[in-house]
């Protein structure tokens, strides 16, 4: 179970799509110093990767954000964070 503060920014599969993540960070706010993550909690619901380009971009941004900030920065597992399904859509080669 997660604690949160409320309000909390909430994003859901975000499948690789590195350009779309930076955007949404751009229209809405991302988290950092000189942002808010001082007043909002981040949650992410899954399905970081496969189906896009930038798979690991992705998983390393929403990755760095998590140890920048542990305790505002929240990663739940999708069905795409699967060896099975990462070996069908992807992710495992572009990793190999």
Do not use: T
């Amino acid at each position: 179970m997660l604690n949160l503060r409320v309000p909390a920014k909430i994003y859901g599969s975000i499948h690789g799509q590195y350009g779309d993540l930076l955007r949404l960070f751009h229209h809405w706010g991302g988290p950092s110093e000189n942002g808010d993550i001082d007043s909002f909690d981040y949650i992410f619901l899954g399905n970081y990767i496969d189906r896009g380009r930038y798979n690991l971009e992705v998983l390393c941004l929403l990755l760095s954000l998590k140890l920048k900030y542990p305790e505002q920065f929240h990663l739940l597992r999708g069905a795409h964070e699967d060896i099975k399904i990462n070996r069908n859509y992807g992710f495992g080669e572009e990793c190999a």
